[in-house]
């Protein structure tokens, strides 16, 4: 067993940003995705995609979001902040 520390020894960091992120033993660091544009987004893309009627070829787009990061304690070890 290695015994290591976080954040001292090792950065951890989650993704979705759940509840249990800031309860956590150490606060977990997360990226927070922009869930309500997501489900807007999905909602118009496939309204779209549902009206291609009159078109022989369907009209496809990609959307990229970018999620926000939150700091906690799990990321902060090295340069002593405790953002979030």
Do not use: C
Not at 20 to 49: D, H, K, N, W, Y
């Amino acid at each position: 067993m290695h015994k290591l520390r976080i954040p001292e020894d090792i950065a951890l960091i989650g993704y979705d940003d759940i509840d249990f992120a800031v309860s956590a033993v150490v606060p977990l660091s997360s990226f927070r995705p922009p869930t309500e544009a997501l489900g807007r987004t999905a909602i118009q893309l496939l309204a779209e995609e549902l009206d291609t009627t009159d078109s022989a070829q369907p009209h496809h787009r990609a959307v990229i979001f970018t999620p926000e990061l939150v700091v906690r304690q799990s990321t902060s070890g090295a340069e002593g902040s405790s953002a979030g």
